[in-house]
């Protein structure tokens, strides 16, 4: 399934319900790259509630048009089904779902005037007067950690429809690793449809009852119904109230790389200290067996390998180790593999991975701050990082901001106060309810 496709082909302009309903449902069985699609007609026709003369009718029309790619002909063997791909050239040019009628600007399809030397004030210089007076304003970019600071909650207090497909692939897959039983069986289009004839409150409680619901089904010994019949039927509105204050106690919220509950954590688990780290006795035999192995494959390599540990090579192939050689072996140790948890933590970013974590660790986005990569501050904390022996954050390739505690290092003492006070008072809260 392509949520990616699924979101393009939301926004497009189809046509007709039941064409839009059938390219959805098509996306839901297609990869990424719009390959791999080859449902039955009948199939088609049960999950859209279209009839299968209707279905075979656009899936026609979408192949003349362009839509979509006939890989393999079906029908050679019963029950065999024509294999599409998606041409995802066609799909980028579809027209918005806005048509031109709802615009001011048909002819061009635009809804703001050009601003040209004549004209330098865009839409206040429209001679229809359907601008009136506005001007248009750009509102600067949101960081990619800032929308993860938000948090993903921030989506249920918007109405927003281009948002509806990831919200119900969300409440299909769940936030932490628990998809909905039985979904990928279903439709995600029919779910979809049905998410859409709720209310915003309705839709809200859905979303926040999901795994309450899941729970109680498995509580009482009683098998879940379908997404889409749990919507459908609202469900959702038949779970109590200490059902879902139960089930948020032990709820999971997703953790982005970089973000701010990331760095809540991870500056946790270094202040907790390092744990016990020891040097072999045989320390020097291994770098000398290692740089053999590597010697013989690549000469540059190993004396790379040596140079990076502060080792000489002398006449004769033997290795001169500095006096400290031992001391700073057992830091390097410490950096690599002293804290254990933030070096989990720094193999989920370097994955650009979404962890899991308690609801409680939450309260630690509030006492983080965005640091722009690169800035004076940013080098500060790399600074305070190796005077600590603390391994530094992962190469955040593209990334414009990283989350660390407010404050900078000289603030580290007061998020840490802040900051196992909170998880305290969390975690009271969670045994309370």
Not at 210 to 227: G, M, P, S
Not at 235 to 242: A, C
Not at 247 to 264: D, L, N, R, S, T
Request: aromatic share 6%; net charge negative; hydrophobic share 40%.
């Amino acid at each position: 399934m392509s949520i990616a496709i699924m979101s393009q082909l939301f926004r497009a302009h189809l046509g007709s319900t039941g064409r839009k309903m059938l390219a959805l449902r098509l996306a839901d069985f297609a990869d990424d790259d719009g390959k791999g699609i080859w449902p039955t007609v009948r199939k088609l026709s049960q999950e859209t509630e279209l009839s299968e003369r209707t279905v075979q009718r656009i899936l026609a029309e979408f192949v003349d048009e362009g839509l979509l790619l006939v890989v393999k002909k079906g029908g050679s063997k019963p029950g065999e089904a024509t294999r599409y791909d998606f041409n995802m050239a066609a799909i980028a040019r579809l027209p918005s779902a806005k048509s031109v009628a709802d615009g001011c600007h048909g002819v061009t399809h635009d809804t703001v005037s050009p601003v040209t030397p004549a004209t330098e004030t865009g839409d206040t210089d429209d001679a229809d007067g359907c601008h009136g007076v506005t001007q248009t304003v750009i509102e600067p970019p949101i960081e990619p950690s800032e929308r993860e600071g938000a948090r993903e909650g921030d989506l249920k207090d918007q109405d927003d429809p281009a948002k509806f497909v990831q919200r119900v692939k969300a409440l299909e897959m769940g936030r932490a690793n628990n998809p909905w039983p039985g979904a990928i069986a279903s439709s995600t289009a029919w779910a979809l449809q049905q998410f859409e004839k709720l209310t915003p409150e309705e839709r809200r409680l859905a979303e926040e009852r999901r795994d309450a619901y899941l729970a109680e089904c498995k509580a009482q010994k009683v098998k879940n119904v379908a997404l889409g019949v749990y919507l459908r039927d609202k469900k959702f509105l038949d779970v109590v109230p200490s059902a879902v204050k139960a089930q948020a106690a032990g709820a999971k919220i997703p953790v982005a790389p970089f973000g701010p509950v990331w760095a809540g954590m991870r500056a946790l688990a270094l202040l907790d200290g390092p744990e016990p780290v020891e040097v072999p006795l045989d320390v020097r035999d291994r770098v000398r067996q290692t740089f053999e192995v590597m010697r013989r494959s690549s000469e540059a390599r190993a004396l790379a390998y040596l140079h990076g540990k502060g080792i000489g090579l002398a006449d004769g192939d033997q290795l001169i180790f500095p006096d400290d050689f031992d001391q700073a072996e057992l830091r390097r140790r410490v950096v690599e593999d002293g804290y254990p948890r933030a070096k989990e933590l720094h193999q989920q970013a370097k994955g650009r991975e979404r962890g899991v974590a308690e609801a409680r660790f939450e309260v630690l986005a509030d006492l983080c701050e965005p640091v722009p990569v690169g800035s004076d501050l940013f080098e500060c904390w790399r600074d305070y990082h190796e005077e600590e022996g603390w391994p530094f954050v992962p190469d955040p390739g593209q990334m414009p901001v990283v989350y660390f505690p407010k404050g900078g290092p000289e603030g580290l003492h007061d998020f840490e106060i802040a900051a196992r006070a909170a998880l305290r008072q969390e975690r009271r809260d969670d045994h309370a309810a």
